[in-house]
């Protein structure tokens, strides 16, 4: 783990905990489409990808198992 773990928010633990209780429960799989009609600008749409992971630091979180058994986040 790169940084310090953090422990997780209130609403992020209690979706952690109920998640391992049903882990095949479809509500814990969440997925987002979009299709693109035309032609796509790789290089732009990369950079917009990258531009957004620096600005939006929740898409950089990261979620493991401390040694205790607790679910920790860290950056």
């Known amino acids: ?18 998640q391992r209780l049903a882990p095949q429960n479809p509500a814990f799989n969440t997925a987002h489409a979009v299709w693109i009609e035309g032609s796509l600008d790789v290089p732009a749409f990369t950079a917009a990808a990258n531009q957004a992971a620096v600005e939006a630091e929740a898409l950089a979180l990261r979620f493991a198992e401390a040694e205790d058994g607790q679910p920790v986040q860290w950056h």
Do not use: D
């Open 1 to 18: 783990m790169n940084g310090s773990p953090l422990p997780l928010t209130e609403a992020q633990a209690g979706l952690w905990f109920a």
